[in-house]
């Protein structure tokens, strides 16, 4: 089989010229004799590389002096314990509840400090999120908590909550670099590489330089931001070959047009889906207009016995992973930077057909 159209929610797909430069690049990274995977990180091929990345993801996000970017591993949970331990100090954190990721991220926090809910789309059965008019935050909080893009729910923020002078963090996990953002309003951002930025076992954070240096007694030194900052995220050995790609990955999106252009092809590629789904009684999108994501389409078959089928049938013209999460089921196609608009062309056309043929 040929490439497919791989609609997972990460690990996702990576774009096809970045694999192709990468599998160029594999035995013999220009000229040194070995892979980037058996490079000294503390050489002048990897600090180069290394270097390369991070510059150009401040140029497509434009991110500020007084931000720094630390390449770290442990995934986006990893940093729902790391945020409180360097953040909360010993005080409370506003969260904003919105699925399960969220969820999750503020029952690691109340290990180390109170955590109060700001809001939350509960009432709604996750839906919609709710609007700033009804967050209600402590200016007291160490800092507001939120999941810009709910990737399991399909339930995406279309702003970006003022949360005053309490610095604002931000699990951007799944919508990071999927259009253009101002990094000043948060005073962090963190984001597991597997789905829009390179291969699983990377995960970045931006963070505030005033943000950095006072965790809490006893945090390990692998989870002190300042220790990563300090040492060019080299405390330890870093995951090199993923952030080698990830590099890859944001030559490629400036090669595309940056992120203005990501945001104007996502936006695209998910009106496309969104219209098809609007326009029938076949399919259904749960998710409110105002909050639907752009990154993750859920929607399911009215008839849920058709599933299997639907499933099966998409599988074999090379449509995978359209399975929703085991906890919300029906169906959710992740439509990420490197999923190519003739993805999304092939899906609308598959179900279409599907809608005919069983409809
Ligand atoms: C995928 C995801 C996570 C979990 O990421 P890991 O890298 O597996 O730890 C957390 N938050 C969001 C919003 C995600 O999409």
Same mark, same amino acid.
């Given at each position: 089989?040929?490439?497919?159209?791989?609609?997972?929610?990460?690990?996702?797909?990576?774009?096809?010229?970045?694999?192709?430069?990468?599998?160029?690049?594999?035995?013999?990274?220009?000229?040194?004799? #070995? &892979?980037?995977?058996?490079? =000294?990180?503390?050489? *002048?091929?990897?600090?180069?590389?290394?270097?390369? %990345?991070? @510059?150009?993801?401040?140029?497509?996000?434009?991110?500020?002096?007084?931000?720094?970017?630390?390449?770290?591993?442990?995934?986006?949970?990893?940093?729902?314990?790391?945020?409180?331990?360097?953040?909360?100090?010993?005080?409370?954190?506003?969260?904003?509840?919105?699925?399960?990721?969220?969820?999750?991220?503020?029952?690691?926090?109340?290990?180390?400090?109170?955590?109060?809910?700001?809001?939350?789309?509960?009432?709604?059965?996750?839906?919609?999120?709710?609007?700033?008019?009804?967050?209600?935050?402590?200016?007291?909080?160490?800092?507001?908590?939120?999941?810009?893009?709910?990737?399991?729910?399909?339930?995406?923020?279309?702003?970006?909550?003022?949360?005053?002078?309490?610095?604002?963090?931000?699990? #951007? &996990?799944?919508?990071?670099? =999927?259009?253009?953002? *101002?990094?000043?309003?948060?005073?962090?951002?963190? %984001?597991? @590489?597997?789905?829009?930025?390179?291969?699983?076992?990377?995960?970045?954070?931006?963070?505030?330089?005033?943000?950095?240096?006072?965790?809490?007694?006893?945090?390990?030194?692998?989870?002190?931001?300042?220790?990563?900052?300090?040492?060019?995220?080299?405390?330890?050995?870093?995951?090199?070959?993923?952030?080698?790609?990830?590099?890859?990955?944001?030559?490629?999106?400036?090669?595309?047009?940056?992120?203005?252009?990501?945001?104007?092809?996502?936006?695209?590629?998910?009106?496309?889906?969104?219209?098809?789904?609007?326009?029938?009684?076949?399919?259904?999108?749960?998710?409110?207009?105002?909050?639907?994501?752009?990154?993750?389409?859920?929607?399911?078959?009215?008839?849920?016995?058709?599933?299997?089928?639907?499933?099966?049938?998409?599988?074999?013209?090379?449509?995978?992973?359209?399975?929703?999460?085991?906890?919300?089921?029906?169906?959710?196609?992740?439509?990420?930077?490197?999923?190519?608009?003739?993805?999304?062309?092939?899906?609308?056309?598959?179900?279409?057909?599907?809608?005919?043929?069983?409809?």
């Amino acid at each position: 089989m040929g490439r497919v159209y791989n609609f997972s929610s990460g690990p996702a797909m990576l774009p096809q010229p970045v694999l192709e430069k990468v599998q160029s690049e594999l035995l013999d990274w220009r000229g040194s004799g #070995m &892979s980037v995977m058996e490079m =000294s990180h503390r050489g *002048d091929d990897f600090t180069g590389i290394a270097e390369r %990345a991070e @510059a150009a993801l401040r140029r497509l996000l434009d991110i500020p002096d007084g931000y720094r970017v630390l390449f770290l591993q442990g995934g986006a949970t990893a940093q729902f314990s790391m945020v409180p331990m360097n953040l909360l100090r010993g005080s409370s954190a506003d969260f904003i509840d919105t699925g399960i990721w969220s969820k999750k991220a503020m029952a690691e926090a109340a290990h180390y400090g109170k955590v109060r809910l700001a809001g939350t789309g509960e009432a709604q059965g996750f839906t919609r999120v709710p609007a700033q008019e009804v967050l209600d935050f402590d200016p007291a909080a160490a800092y507001v908590h939120y999941t810009p893009n709910e990737t399991i729910g399909g339930v995406e923020f279309s702003y970006v909550p003022d949360s005053g002078s309490v610095p604002l963090v931000a699990d #951007m &996990s799944s919508t990071i670099l =999927s259009r253009p953002m *101002d990094i000043s309003r948060f005073g962090l951002i963190y %984001a597991g @590489a597997q789905k829009n930025i390179g291969p699983a076992g990377l995960t970045l954070v931006i963070v505030r330089e005033d943000l950095l240096g006072e965790p809490i007694t006893g945090t390990p030194t692998v989870f002190d931001y300042r220790v990563y900052a300090d040492n060019a995220s080299m405390y330890n050995t870093p995951p090199t070959f993923a952030w080698y790609i990830a590099g890859e990955v944001f030559a490629w999106i400036e090669g595309e047009g940056g992120l203005s252009a990501m945001g104007e092809r996502n936006q695209r590629k998910a009106a496309k889906l969104y219209a098809l789904l609007d326009a029938t009684g076949f399919y259904r999108a749960p998710v409110a207009q105002d909050s639907r994501s752009w990154m993750n389409v859920t929607f399911s078959l009215v008839d849920e016995a058709l599933d299997a089928t639907f499933l099966a049938g998409a599988e074999m013209v090379g449509l995978k992973n359209l399975k929703g999460h085991r906890t919300v089921g029906g169906m959710r196609a992740s439509l990420y930077n490197a999923m190519p608009e003739a993805g999304v062309d092939a899906l609308v056309e598959y179900m279409r057909e599907f809608e005919r043929t069983h409809g």
